[in-house]
Nanobody, 124 residues
């Protein structure tokens, strides 16, 4: 299973980006998908995730109301729409996948498939 994250870039504070996670070659509909990020000098942190089956989403408090995750299982892709970006959102963003039960809440999962990361830089 290989995940491909894309869509990162340099944006000013208040700007928007849409990250995309592609999963060619496997049926993403059986997986919960998560986004994580790692800022320079900091540990990786969980950002959001989306359930298998009902596409219910969960977010860390610092991005609630600004980020929105969605999935298109027909295309094996997941997106993370990021609005109102702040300098503290600067990080390498990774998508990850794990086989999951139908509609099982994705928070706290141990993800075992990871993408290569895409860099998001928000200037002040």
């Amino acid at each position: 299973v290989q995940l491909q994250a894309s869509g990162g870039g340099l944006v000013p504070a208040g700007g928007s980006l849409r990250l995309r996670c592609a999963a060619p070659g496997f049926t993403s509909g059986y997986y919960a998908i998560g986004w994580f990020r790692q800022a320079p000098g900091k540990e990786r942190e969980w950002v959001s995730c989306i359930n298998r089956g009902d596409s219910k989403t969960y977010y860390t408090d610092s991005v609630k109301g600004r980020f929105a995750m969605s999935r298109d299982d027909a295309k094996n892709t997941v997106s993370l729409q990021m609005n109102g970006l702040k300098p503290e959102d600067t990080a390498v963003y990774y998508c990850a996948a794990v086989l999951a039960g139908y509609r099982r809440p994705c928070v706290g999962f141990e993800y075992n498939y990871w993408g290569q990361g895409t860099l998001v830089t928000v200037s002040s």
